[in-house]
């Protein structure tokens, strides 16, 4: 059993190479951003310590570009070349005090110590055995890794019934419960921002799920993207005659301490 999990993490972890696809980085403009209180709040996690950020799968950098200007410094790693150059086009991208580092987190030359290590909705994508006690020993004393989510209503991966499913070209592995479990990580505390209200058409609604490792249009071939997109539009037209889908969107984010060694190995 122990063998099949490693084995299924493994390739969920291999289809965040999707990152890399041009399409997904050109759909990603279409995920809604963060809320400003996230940035509020993650300043406070860093209280009155001084120092860099660390930006752990910084993407095109919705959180580094927002925070560089509130802090000393921020290092923004990522393992795709793409969306950071994509990163340093954006508003803050070429700001001084941010450093885009490509690589992978624990492949990259890092210069800790950090005040604050974030992550985007990027920490599932990675092996909490090993990238734990690395944010652990890059770590300021009392400081935190804070992960950062989107919550968008409604659901994006409800929103179109059995479109997803059928066509999506991975998978969902709900990990990091389980390694909470495990003793990866000691969770201190958890908050979630107001909303706001973020209206797209039915086209970039479409175009968003591109921006997602399962729906890149160089894997899943230009005849089922196409079809994909058809079958999404229809299905979004029918309960948004409109022409528009209206969301709230929040950021939820957790923030602890990363363990260096899992309790049973202590």
Not at 193 to 214: K, M
Request: proline share 6%; with cysteine.
């Amino acid at each position: 059993m122990a063998e099949e999990a490693h084995s299924a993490a493994s390739a969920y972890r291999a289809h965040a190479a999707a990152f890399q696809d041009k399409s997904v980085v050109y759909a990603y403009r279409y995920r809604p951003i963060y809320p400003s209180a996230t940035f509020d709040l993650l300043v406070q996690l860093m209280g009155t310590r001084p120092g860099a950020v660390l930006d752990v799968g910084c993407g095109s950098g919705d959180i580094a570009r927002q925070l560089v200007p509130r802090v000393e410094r921020v290092d923004a790693v990522d393992f795709s070349s793409q969306m950071l150059e994509r990163g340093r086009q954006l508003p803050n991208g070429d700001h001084p005090a941010l450093r885009w580092l490509y690589g992978r987190i624990e492949e990259v030359q890092l210069q800790p110590p950090y005040a604050l290590v974030t992550a985007g909705e990027s920490m599932h994508w990675l092996d909490w055995h090993i990238v734990m006690p690395l944010l652990h020993d890059v770590l300021q004393d009392g400081a935190y890794l804070a992960m950062v989510g989107r919550q968008i209503t409604p659901d994006i991966w409800s929103l179109l019934g059995d479109v997803v499913p059928r066509y999506r070209a991975d998978f969902y592995l709900p990990q990091s419960q389980e390694r909470q479990e495990q003793g990866l990580f000691q969770q201190v505390g958890e908050s979630t921002t107001e909303a706001y209200a973020f209206v797209q058409s039915l086209a970039d609604v479409v175009e968003s799920y591109h921006s997602r490792a399962g729906f890149s249009r160089e894997r899943m071939g230009p005849l089922k993207a196409a079809a994909f997109d058809r079958e999404a539009e229809q299905a979004l037209l029918a309960a948004y005659p409109d022409g528009v889908v209206p969301f709230q969107v929040r950021a939820q984010i957790t923030w602890g301490v990363p363990q260096k060694k899992t309790p049973d190995v202590l």
